[in-house]
């Protein structure tokens, strides 16, 4: 059956399930800006069942927020810096992290001929975590947000 929109014919899920989804995987894909909209959008990520950051990796320009450690070999070589944080993090203490991360992250330079803000980019993909590394549940990555002229 096809869908309202033309250009997403037909909806289908993980697994090949056409109506729905797992609730152990929520995905994230959030764009926008300000500290209580991040806040809100790493809400959802942490709805899952995951809910405390125990490790976090600077992934070039993403943080990176992990559920669990990762195994030895979880990583296969990506140059991701790791490290613990102890205690784990709950929502509000993970947000600051990142809003400290995100102020001092080079972002580039800003190609816009118009207005902009410095916004952020809050993401997973299929089955909730990133990149294809099982540990993770959510990255977050600097954006421009531009503001029509």
């Known amino acids: ?5 033309r250009t997403i ?5 993980e697994y090949g399930y056409r109506n729905g ?3 152990s995987h929520f995905l994230v894909d959030v ?8 806040m809100h959008a790493l809400a959802i990520a942490f709805r899952d069942l995951h809910g405390r950051v125990a490790h976090v ?11 669990r450690p990762p195994r030895a070999s ?6 991701w810096r790791l490290r613990q944080v102890d205690p784990p993090l709950g929502l509000a203490a993970a947000v600051a992290l990142a809003w400290d991360w995100l ?13 902009a803000e410095r916004g952020w980019h809050v993401f997973n ?15 977050i990555e600097p954006t421009y947000i531009y503001i029509p002229k």
């Open 1 to 5: 059956m096809a869908g309202p929109f």
């Open 9 to 13: 014919p037909e909806r289908v899920y």
């Open 21 to 23: 989804r797992q609730m």
């Open 31 to 38: 764009t926008a800006s300000g500290r209580d909209g991040l």
């Open 57 to 67: 990796a600077e992934a070039g320009e993403a943080l990176v927020l992990f559920a």
């Open 74 to 79: 979880g990583l296969d070589g990506r140059p």
């Open 103 to 115: 102020a001092r992250a080079d972002d580039g330079p800003d190609e816009h001929d118009g207005p």
């Open 125 to 139: 993909g299929q089955f909730g975590v990133v990149d294809g590394v099982w540990e993770t549940f959510v990255a």
